[in-house]
């Protein structure tokens, strides 16, 4: 199994999942033809999609997800809170809901519902029967069921959103910090690496860092804070950004 992110942050997410021949993309932030440009840098073609797992409504997560569907006709999974809150028109496969176990070819995929400001937001854990993935982004705290969904994880890609003293000095107005920084909101770098260090991290071969504010962190400042936390080496720690995102990661 292997992993490739084609993009992390408020501009467009993408995270890539492939396992013999399945490949399912989850989430799909940009335009189609950004999207075609990202996918082939990964070596990959829109038609090798097996499907397309939504995490939520925002934008940032679902611009480009039913024009690369309709164009290629890819399946798409989602929460029906999310189909309901969706601006532009979509004609979802099927639903999604906390607790399911979705099998697309060769992936087994666990629905997890997470804390942050959409009507029915989910995130993911991928196994291939030997080993597991979460992806774990845009959630503002976490809950038993987090835990216990995230444990004995191979590899995980973990929001790092912000910094809470560079939100609390920045430029937002006060409501969008509160939202950002509340229970609904996004994961700071210290809430991020608490988090990593409950599930335990020894055995992960992977830890990336995602969805990094670009005007309330700064990566240097996420990476020290896991470092900190966690006592792991800096150089082992991988950041996933906006422009170039995270190119394919084994998981062995």
């Given amino acids: 199994m292997r992993f490739a992110i084609l993009g992390s942050g408020s501009q467009g997410n993408g995270t890539l999942v492939q396992y013999q021949g399945t490949h399912v993309l989850v989430d799909c932030g940009f335009s189609l033809r950004e999207t075609e440009r990202r996918l082939a840098r990964l070596g990959v073609n829109p038609e090798q999609l097996s499907a397309i797992l939504v ?8 611009h480009g997800v039913g024009l690369l569907s309709r164009r290629y006709n890819i399946p798409v999974y989602l929460s029906r809170g999310t189909l309901r809150a969706l601006r532009k028109p979509l004609e979802p496969t099927g639903f999604v809901a906390c607790g399911d176990v979705l099998e697309i070819g060769a992936l087994a995929i666990n629905v997890v519902g997470v804390a942050h400001d959409a009507l029915e937001p989910t995130q993911y854990v991928f196994s291939n029967g030997q080993r597991r993935l979460g992806v774990l982004t845009d959630l503002g705290s976490y809950c038993g069921r987090v835990m216990d969904s995230y444990q004995d994880l191979d590899a995980l890609v973990i929001e790092s959103n912000h910094c809470r003293d560079l ?34 991290w020894q055995n992960l071969q992977h830890l990336v860092l995602a969805h990094l504010s670009s005007k309330n962190n700064l990566p240097q400042l996420a990476r020290q804070c896991f470092v900190d936390t966690l006592g792991c080496d800096p150089d082992w720690l991988q950041l996933a950004d906006q422009d170039s995102g995270l190119d394919w990661r084994e998981i062995a």
Avoid: C, I, M
């Fill in 167 to 200: 939100l609390a000095r920045g430029h937002y107005p006060q409501f969008l910090k509160l939202r950002v920084g509340g229970a609904f909101g996004h994961l700071n770098n210290h809430q991020a690496a608490n988090l990593v260090s409950e599930l335990g």
């Fill in 55 to 62: 995490t939520h409504e925002h934008a940032d997560h679902v």
